[in-house]
């Protein structure tokens, strides 16, 4: 049964940092992308951010670009997101998903992570 969960989530300053976590159950995470999507309240869904199944290839929304970083151990069949310098815009629900071939459209979603920024 494929399965991917998140953590790390929580609540953080604004300047914060967190570590994202999506752990995958299920299927050969090696062998699919891995892409970060987020949701805030009465806002549509936002690709933060994709990583190839080899690591060779990643990209991040303009809105995130040089704050987050995303990675992945194959070995653990985890995925990752570091996210630095939080902004309250950053608060949203993060959920990991994976797709083959290509960042989108996503097969699967995990159940996402809440991310509060604020004082």
């Known amino acids: 049964q494929l399965q991917l969960v998140e953590s790390g989530g929580g609540l953080v300053q604004p300047g914060g940092s967190l570590r994202l976590s999506c752990v995958a159950s299920?299927?050969?995470?090696?062998?699919?992308?891995i892409t970060w999507f987020r949701q805030a309240p009465g806002k549509e869904r936002e690709r933060v951010s994709c990583i190839s199944s080899s690591a060779d290839d990643t990209n991040y929304a303009d809105s995130v670009k040089g704050r987050f970083t995303i990675s992945r151990d194959n070995a653990k069949a985890t995925a990752y997101l570091e996210m630095h310098s939080l902004k309250p815009e950053d608060t949203a629900v993060y959920y990991c998903a994976t797709a083959v071939a290509s960042c989108e459209p996503p097969l699967y979603y995990g159940q996402g992570t809440q991310v509060t920024v604020s004082s």
């Open positions: 299920g299927f050969t995470f090696h062998a699919y992308y």
